[in-house]
């Protein structure tokens, strides 16, 4: 699908007023946002447009998402762009979807080093097309001095296959004598797993209606605040977004305890 046509895709805004930046407390706002990016194609086939379509559409979403995230100083932002369980779908679509890494990157890489973005990748990466992988390797090199929001893409990513993998290497470390069984706590468990160095969601938002967490950073959003909206993602708007973070801001997180 040529780059020309997305002007055919452009999502609808919602009817609405915007979200007022006032009612927004920055000092408060989650230093790490997770976001399950659903419903693209249920989106384009609500119109009677392939689900490629949706596909694309839901990319221009995610570029303004990332653009939203960064003007506001938030400090991670994680996309689940491609579970290890939707290798199940057409060949024809994901094909596609590794076609659009590329597109994206190609068009938006420029914008990313500007901004001082540091790209990151979760999951088994090895497996992806050679073409996807160059697009990977790629931003990593011309983000990894960086020191700005760090965007983690979950490419090919299951959180069960992460924890698995994390088990196994400190399983390696007790074996080789590097480390006690009786010293393996939370933080030498998380350092194991691929989102190292980044601190653990505050909120994760999920669109399209869908009230599940799809092995998505499972050990990680443990105390994460969820989001669910209706709306499918290519109808994300910033606007949207500024909601889900004033809602954010207007929870209390008591992490177990009192507050007096």
Not at 98 to 118: A, H, I, P, T, Y
Not at 132 to 160: H, P, W
Not at 240 to 258: D, N, S
């Amino acid at each position: 699908m040529a780059l020309d046509l997305w002007g055919m895709f452009r999502r609808r805004r919602r009817a609405g007023v915007s979200v007022d930046l006032e009612s927004l407390d920055r000092s408060q706002l989650p230093r790490h946002i997770a976001v399950i990016m659903d419903g693209n194609g249920r989106w384009a086939r609500a119109r009677g447009m392939p689900r490629a379509a949706g596909h694309h559409a839901g990319m221009g979403t995610m570029r303004g998402i990332i653009r939203a995230a960064d003007d506001l100083g938030i400090g991670a932002l994680t996309l689940y762009a491609f579970s290890t369980e939707n290798w199940k779908r057409p060949r024809q679509e994901i094909q596609y979807l590794w076609q659009l890494v590329g597109e994206f990157f190609r068009s938006d890489m420029d914008e990313l080093v500007e901004r001082n973005v540091r790209v990151w990748f979760l999951g088994d990466t090895t497996v992806l097309p050679a073409h996807t992988q160059a697009f990977v390797k790629e931003a990593r090199r011309l983000t990894e001095d960086n020191t700005g929001m760090i965007v983690q893409f979950a490419l090919n990513y299951g959180s069960r296959s992460e924890i698995v993998d994390a088990t196994r290497t400190i399983a390696r470390r007790v074996q080789a004598g590097e480390l006690r069984p009786e010293d393996i706590d939370e933080k030498q468990f998380s350092d194991a797993l691929a989102t190292c160095g980044v601190p653990d969601p505050d909120l994760l938002i999920r669109t399209a209606g869908d009230v599940r967490i799809s092995n998505f950073l499972l050990w990680q959003i443990a105390y994460a605040e969820l989001y669910f909206t209706p709306l499918a993602w290519p109808d994300f708007t910033r606007d949207e977004f500024l909601r889900a973070l004033v809602t954010y801001t207007q929870r209390e997180r008591r992490f177990g305890a009192i507050k007096t």
